[in-house]
């Protein structure tokens, strides 16, 4: 009779445990690490790779490496080391793999980051364990006073801020609005707002859809075609966009109701998935693959060459974060540069050139630029966003 | 003392060595997933006593287990630090939702129970989502301070340090756990596992022993939670999700239905497997869990903790080599 | 009255649509819960394949169509075999074996297809000819929809018909309510379990064909189609037919019209419901008489 087996296993389980106190430190009693020793610098890239904003992901990571590619995978004259980690749809999975990033890889710097949950969920993360992040999407109206947390993007409620004004002097009648019932969503609509009443709009009503689970609008839809309103605010991005639009068109809202929207409704490959029922859909965006710059020029080539597609503005800000991470890099000491020395160093940059014009911080750590109205119209046979005109800067 | 008792405590002391040990010997990531580990164990813990102890397999644990994480993260946040106010206030949400919920669960028996405990959790999921001014919606909560153990220190962020406070209270709960089982009231709840009409039958008001093990278990579901929220810092709706329920399930009915060791043992099984393998396999953790359960089913049909009889199965050459001559 | 009923006349319609699909999915997991105790919860993997094969061969001509309808066909078949196969090892252990390897089958599986089709929902287009709008009493509806509302009630009509009516479906409906008697008088039950299970899952398969425009495929959908399989299942009923049908359109108005009416309080309406039902007849509204 013998349960030897069992006392067996567990012995040698704890041997196999001491055993891997070989490969690394303790978190009791275990070395520090060594400040700026050397070495390739790790760049941590959170980006989705699954779920409804997985598209957004691909971009900014081949937006990333687009930089890194004219720069022989360097930046600040330093080898370069990136760790991919899957953002995925919800705050949670952002979190855990923020955690993964910071504190098993133990990385430099991290950028990315697409979702507004997400990036309120990290943000404890990165202030406590002061590893700079550079955003380059996500960014909720709330984090104003970060020391860490950069953006390479916007500011959430400025696509609908920039849009709000002109609406209203546009429109004769109501607006429905109808956003996904999130950060994000809800500062889109914020800031609509905040320009759209100061302009004399009226509103029709304010509805969120359950995010990230609706995929069938055809009920809120409905809600906003018999509501009598002459235009419509959406705010919706990835997968969720794509149903949208598609379902606008199905349920006989295009053309009878003017469709306004931040411009990551119809932004890169969803585009494609929605076909002709974008057609006529304005968008408010900082950035247009046909904006006429050298430094865009040789962006959307290079882009192209690597995907075969145009640049989006997930691309755009992405690339601009490699080069913030350059340019700070490279003044923070190169070699011997550390998170704390690279997140001084980012906030001295003066301004920065980019595929979307010149830029410089905000005082919360945010670009401030240009805005564009782009409407979706075909182009040499197929369907793609055509600025038409500008609507400030913010 | 018997041999079998010497085996016994010798095991006992070698597992908690090995605990002990952990900060020491691990780096901060996997430090963290011990931790995590651990809360699940709590969890799990609970969904046992009603799935494995009382016959009643639930799907709606991680409601409580959400409720008690957001109460915890509130006190920590409006306030308190002091982990054990955050402990007790947390439980007694538990236990106050079990109490306005359970009633509505107790209607039903095996399928129905199961589904009722569902739409609970599922509306708890919901509901977590939607009260954005409560509970920080969709986004989450996040700005929980540093747990507290005694009045006037430090708050704990070292990893390690988490790690003890976590692993002291999750043995008081097994411990608390224990005692139950051992009492009148958990033995008469295998009976109502067992057979509920004899029970019935013989005078018992299993209504009420059912809500009592329901209220226990929501208390204790709670307790995981505000463990949760002081190791994670951070709580969201994802947290009380269909997911997490059905992965405590899972960690149940691998560890053994019915052994409180095994859902714990169960728990961590499931917690490594996605968090640590399945990041070596590049975010492929589910087809691991997936493999898991179902190796799981069909190699040890009474879980890790169903007794040696499916061990020895398993392995039929050492049970040869046993019988020739070895002694104990 | 009639203002109102105007207003949503839109998403009742896109409620019988909904409902449908919900019963191709439900009336097989139904069948086999009722009779065999068998709880499959990889039953909207099911669904799931057959959405992804709708996504990859479905290229807008009927021909595309019918290529995927039969692919989904023999998954559904092959796969309903398959999970029987499994779950045939563990019978009289009770549901949360069957809970856990169905479950556990279900996650492989779901990982294989995202390793195949990659990690994001795949929006899928129907038959070219079917894509337009179309004006239903002067107001816009989807063709594909309306299509999709005559199919799948021709699909009810004939698997409730077959189920009420056939001698095959009699003796359905007697293993459901005693499978001892019916294995006294000589017939095989396994082969009614194989039987059912594998009808079960093609239809299931095959709904998500036919369905994948409406709830396109990607990761997460299976647990999504698996909790309002059974949800349906459970308010009409374990083993009838006629009660998932009626749940399923139970439930699709809830999902489509009761959304419409309290946008607000969309997440909660669908467990709402169920809520409500359990607490009035626990059993479900048209379970069968048991022996």
Not at chain 2, 241 to 267: D, N, P, Q
Not at chain 3, 153 to 176: I, K
Request: proline residues 3%.
């Amino acid at each position: 009779m013998t349960a030897r087996r069992t006392p067996f296993l567990i012995a040698a389980a704890a041997a196999g445990a001491l055993a891997l106190s070989a490969c690394g430190g303790g978190t009791l009693g275990g070395g520090e690490e060594e400040a700026g020793s050397g070495g390739p610098i790790k760049i941590g890239l959170l980006v989705p790779q699954s779920g409804v904003y997985k598209s957004l992901g691909d971009d900014m990571k081949a937006g990333f490496e687009v930089y890194l590619e004219e720069h022989d995978n360097q930046l600040g004259g330093v080898e370069v080391e990136v760790i991919l980690a899957d953002e995925g749809e919800t705050a949670d999975s952002g979190k855990a793999a923020a955690d993964k990033l910071v504190k098993q890889d133990e990385v430099d710097v991290v950028t990315g980051v697409v979702s507004s949950a997400v990036m309120n969920g990290v943000v404890d993360l990165f202030e406590t364990s002061k590893i700079p992040l550079v955003g380059s999407n996500a960014s909720p109206t709330t984090l104003t006073d970060a020391t860490y947390i950069w953006r390479t993007s916007y500011v959430n409620d400025q696509p609908g801020e920039a849009l709000g004004a002109y609406v209203a002097e546009q429109v004769d009648g109501s607006v429905y609005f109808l956003a996904a019932d999130y950060q994000a969503g809800l500062d889109e609509v914020t800031g609509f707002k905040r320009s759209f009443d100061a302009a004399g709009g009226e509103t029709a009503d304010e509805v969120y859809t359950p995010f990230p689970g609706t995929t069938n609008f055809q009920p809120f839809l409905s809600n906003a075609k018999s509501s009598g309103a002459e235009a419509l605010f959406s705010f919706y991005a990835g997968g969720a966009a794509v149903e949208f639009v598609k379902q606008y068109d199905q349920f006989g809202l295009l053309g009878e109701i003017d469709h306004y929207s931040a411009g990551f409704l119809t932004e890169g490959g969803v585009l494609d998935a929605q076909g002709e029922s974008a057609l006529g859909t304005f968008t408010a965006m900082n950035y247009n693959f046909d904006l006429d710059n050298e430094l865009n020029a040789s962006f959307v080539e290079a882009y192209e060459a690597k995907t075969g597609l145009k640049p989006t503005t997930y691309a755009m800000a992405s690339y601009d974060a490699a080069h913030v991470l350059d340019l700070a890099i490279e003044a923070a000491g190169g070699e011997d540069a550390d998170s704390e020395s690279i997140n001084a160093a980012i906030g001295e940059i003066e301004e920065v050139e980019s595929p979307r014009g010149t830029w410089t911080w905000s005082e919360i750590g945010t670009p401030v630029q240009t805005w564009y109205l782009r409407e979706v119209q075909e182009v040499d046979g197929g369907l793609a966003n055509v600025v038409i005109q500008e609507l400030g800067e913010l | 003392m018997s041999a079998l008792q010497v085996r016994r405590s010798l095991l006992v002391g070698l597992v908690a060595f090995g605990l002990l040990m952990v900060p020491w010997v691990f780096g901060a990531f996997t430090v963290s997933t011990f931790t995590r580990a651990l809360v699940f164990a709590v969890l799990a813990m609970a969904v046992n006593l009603l799935t494995g102890v009382a016959g009643m397999p639930t799907l709606g644990q991680a409601a409580y287990f959400g409720v008690g994480a957001y109460a915890g993260a509130l006190v920590s946040i409006h306030w308190s630090e002091l982990g054990v106010v955050q402990l007790v206030v947390a439980t007694l949400a538990g236990v106050v939702a079990a109490v306005l919920t359970g009633p509505l669960a107790i209607r039903g028996r095996g399928v129905a129970f199961l589904m009722i405990t569902l739409a609970i959790g599922e509306i708890g999921h919901s509901a977590a989502g939607r009260l954005d001014a409560v509970t920080g919606g969709t986004d989450g909560l996040s700005g929980i301070r540093p747990v507290v153990v005694l009045p006037g220190s430090e708050g704990l962020v070292n990893e390690g340090l988490i790690y003890y406070y976590v692993l002291v209270v999750a043995v008081l709960a097994y411990l608390g756990v224990g005692v139950l089982l051992r009492s009148p009231f958990g033995l008469t709840l295998r009976g109502l596992r067992d057979n509920e009409a004899r029970l019935r039958a013989v005078g018992y008001r299993t209504d009420a022993y059912a809500l009592g093990a329901y209220v226990y278990a929501g208390g204790l579901a709670a307790l995981a939670g505000s463990l949760w929220a002081s190791s994670q810092r951070f709580v969201a709706p994802g947290d009380m999700g269909f997911e997490i329920a059905a992965l405590a399930l899972l960690a149940v009915i691998v560890g053994g239905v019915g052994s409180m060791w095994g859902a714990c043992l169960g728990a961590a099984l499931v917690v490594f497997t996605r968090d640590y393998f399945g990041q070596i396999v590049s975010g492929h953790a589910p087809l691991l869990l997936g493999i898991l359960f179902v190796l799981a089913v069909y190699l040890l049909p009474k879980g890790i903790a169903g007794g040696r009889a499916q061990w020895r199965s398993l392995f039929p050459a050492a049970r040869a080599a046993r019988t020739t001559g070895e002694t104990t | 009255m009639t203002g109102w009923f105007n207003a949503h006349f839109v998403s009742m319609v896109d409620g019988v649509a909904y409902g449908l699909l919900l019963f191709t999915l439900a009336v097989g997991l139904s069948l086999v819960f009722g009779m065999m105790d068998v709880l499959n919860l990889a039953h909207g993997t099911l669904y799931l394949a057959g959405a992804y094969a709708a996504y990859a061969l479905s290229d807008g001509s009927w021909l595309g169509l019918v290529i995927a309808l039969a692919v989904g066909l023999v998954v559904g078949l092959v796969g309903g075999g398959l999970l029987a196969a499994a779950v045939a090892p563990l019978q009289g252990r009770g549901h949360l074996d069957q809970a856990a390897l169905t479950l556990g089958i279900s996650l492989i599986a779901a990982e294989v297809m995202v390793m195949l089709f990659g990690a994001e929902v795949l929006p899928t287009a129907p038959p070219a000819a079917l894509g337009g709008s179309v004006s239903l009493l002067g107001h816009t509806y989807p063709v594909y929809r309306l299509a999709f509302i005559g199919i799948a009630a021709v699909l009810a009509a004939l698997v409730y018909l077959a189920f009420e009516r056939s001698s095959v479906g009699a003796l359905v409906r007697a293993t459901v309510a005693d499978r001892d008697m019916v294995r006294a008088m000589g017939v095989d039950t396994r082969k009614v379990l194989f039987g059912v299970f594998g009808f079960g899952a093609a239809l299931a398969a095959v709904g998500g064909v036919l369905g994948a425009p409406i709830i396109a495929p990607g990761p997460g959908i299976d647990e999504r189609v698996l909790v309002l399989s059974l949800v349906v299942v459970v308010i009409g009923g374990l083993g009838s037919v006629r009660g998932a049908l009626l749940g399923a359109l139970l439930i699709g108005q809830v999902q489509t019209l009761g959304v419409a009416l309290v946008p607000s309080y969309a997440p909660f309406l669908l467990f709402g419901a169920m809520l409500l039902v359990l607490a009035l007849r626990p059993q479900g509204l048209f379970a069968p008489g048991r022996a």
